[in-house]
């Protein structure tokens, strides 16, 4: 058997008893570190190139991001020439640091130093592996060992730096693979870099600690970090930055529940590109909290210059269901939601706050239009195809129409076998109501009141005019009349609305009807000029449905075999 899950071992929960953080709430945003030019890059099929880095960096700089890691520069020439042409160009604003990534060995220490001479504000990034498989399986060497490639790592840093006083330097170590780490060790680790260091003494450092693989739930992350901050020393002098990836599909709500925990700074990309299944997704966690209402701190009110520049970058297109960033993420298919989003906003005016069902955050914050939001497909209802012969062609239908047309488009959905756009829903509106026939087109009209009603006379017709005229209490009641008289069959109105309809349209007037003769119902609108006109017209119309469907039943059973 392949699959078999008693290959694998449960990781071990952290033991505590004095867990704080499921009760904290999240009242503002950490410091944010983007390392898509970084880890992002690296993970790329194929990196980027100087013109897509430079993209990379002016966005996360528009975007209000004051921490970016640019690169690996003593690993990659790529990655040193663009440090250098990031400084040497002026580019990187005052109050951004770039930081750059090194491992704990002197060479690559001292080449990173080159890569960032005479930049302003340098946020030294130093790693080593300190997790047991990492010692045991790769490293060959014991935690003295590997606490010593740290330390000395540490001291070189600290080293080069002061040869560079020109520059305000962050020290900021990681134990990678820090969550398949013993927290006793990691803690031993980082307080002898930090005794090199010396935060305490006024050297800023970040302890960054990497979910570098994803290995447990979240909850069990956060106790890490907990744990960590409990328990290290120089905690009131350092900031503690979690960096996570996205392995079992938690990146976001580890380092959320992180932060819960104590983290004062948090790692990760826009949109979560990174090794494997991604970084931690800066795009989300922020939007996370600007839904809070809490200030992110970084604006991501352009989404779709986000999107547009992270995909020509990255090469990887944005899934349509990337929370807060795809292109369907605002849109309900669904009848009832499209009922329910549609009655929310028909009473949310600008300044209230924001509760509309379905929607999480308001679309428009993000560059989006409501336009998007209710798209028509066969799981579509009534309150849906209304919605959108309202918004766009300020048809406002009657709920009993609003059911029955809700039938044909869903009919010509499932025809379709896919979405139906908004010019097909009024195509199909026009063809089955609007539509007049050019022999039933109502010409003239002439009502009479008396004391007992009204007498109508209607022209209609294109070549030779039909006259007929009727009595009846209202005018649709005299027109019903006179036609059941000139053709001989009865019809009863159902039901009838008509309205006047808003600027910005040719007719000012729209009438919906609904009649049955012999049981069966025909249903017509009509636009015109005047309410009466309309809704003489839908009648007209309505009666032509009749007609025309008792002319084909007879041209088919006069054709049919004897
Ligand atoms: O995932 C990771 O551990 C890293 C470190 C270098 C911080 O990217
Ligand atoms: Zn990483």
Redesign the pocket.
């Known amino acids: 058997m392949g699959f078999d899950h008693r290959k694998y071992v449960a990781f071990t929960p952290v033991r505590k008893t004095d867990r704080r953080w499921p009760d904290k709430v999240i009242e503002s945003a950490p410091d944010w570190c983007a390392?898509d030019l970084r880890?992002g890059n690296q993970a790329l099929v194929k990196p980027m190139s100087v013109a897509q880095k430079t993209r990379m960096f002016d966005l996360l700089v528009k975007l209000g991001f004051k921490e970016i890691e640019i690169g690996f520069p003593a690993a990659s020439q790529p990655d040193f020439d663009f440090c250098r042409k990031l400084i040497d160009e002026n580019r990187i604003p005052d109050d951004v640091h770039i930081q750059v990534?090194t491992q704990a060995r002197p060479e690559l220490i001292a080449r990173t130093y080159e890569a960032v001479e005479g930049a302003k504000a340098v946020i030294v990034?130093v790693?080593n592996s300190t997790s047991t498989v990492q010692r045991e399986k790769v490293f060959g060497l014991d935690r003295a060992g590997i606490r010593e490639i740290a330390v000395n790592g540490a001291r070189i840093v600290k080293a080069h730096a002061e040869k560079q006083p020109g520059t305000q330097w962050t020290f900021q170590y990681?134990p990678?693979?820090f969550t398949g780490t013993e927290l006793d060790f990691a803690a031993d680790v980082i307080d002898a870099v930090n005794d090199v260091w010396r935060p305490d003494q006024g050297q800023p450092v970040v302890i960054?600690l990497?979910a570098?693989v994803e290995m447990a739930t979240p909850n069990v992350f956060a106790d890490q970090i907990e744990w960590i901050c409990d328990t290290v020393r120089y905690r009131e002098h350092i900031r503690i930055s979690v960096?996570t990836?996205n392995d079992r599909g938690c990146g976001v709500a580890a380092a959320e529940l992180a932060v819960m925990a104590g983290a004062d700074r948090v790692e990760g990309t826009l949109m979560g590109n990174g090794?494997r299944t991604g970084n931690m997704d800066l795009v989300t966690m922020a939007m996370n909290l600007y839904s809070q209402g809490i200030d992110p701190k970084v604006d991501l009110s352009g989404m779709a210059e986000i999107t547009d520049v992270v995909e020509a970058c990255t090469e990887i297109q944005t899934h349509p269901r990337h929370p807060y960033a795809g292109e369907l993420v605002f849109t309900a298919f669904s009848g009832s939601h499209q009922d329910a989003i549609r009655k929310c906003l028909s009473t949310y005016s600008a300044g209230d706050s924001w509760e509309i069902a379905y929607l999480p955050i308001d679309p428009r914050d993000l560059g989006r239009r409501y336009e998007e939001v209710v798209r028509i497909n066969s799981q579509s209802g009534k309150g849906g195809v209304a919605y959108v012969l309202e918004r766009d062609y300020n048809i406002s239908l009657p709920r009993w129409l609003q059911i029955e047309f809700s039938k044909v488009v869903q009919s010509a959905a499932e025809a379709e076998g896919g979405e139906v756009d908004s010019d097909t829903i009024h195509r199909l509106f026009e063809d089955r109501y609007l539509s007049v026939r050019p022999e039933w087109c109502l010409r003239t009209y002439d009502l009479h009141r008396t004391d007992d009603g009204v007498t109508a006379t209607v022209e209609y017709g294109q070549d030779q005019l039909m006259k007929l005229s009727g009595e009846g209490l209202g005018a649709v009641e005299a027109v019903a009349a006179g036609l059941e008289s000139h053709h001989g069959f009865s019809l009863a109105v159902e039901a009838y609305d008509e309205f006047a309809l808003g600027e910005g349209t040719k007719a000012n007037a729209m009438a919906c009807i609904r009649i049955q003769v012999g049981g069966q119902p025909y249903s017509a609108a009509a636009l015109a000029e005047d309410t009466t006109s309309a809704t003489l017209q839908a009648l007209l119309s309505a009666v032509a449905h009749h007609v025309g469907s008792r002319q084909d039943a007879g041209q088919k059973q006069a054709g049919s075999p004897a």
Do not use: A, F, G, R
């Open positions: 390392v880890d990534l990034h790693y990681s990678e693979s960054n990497p570098t960096h990836h090794e």
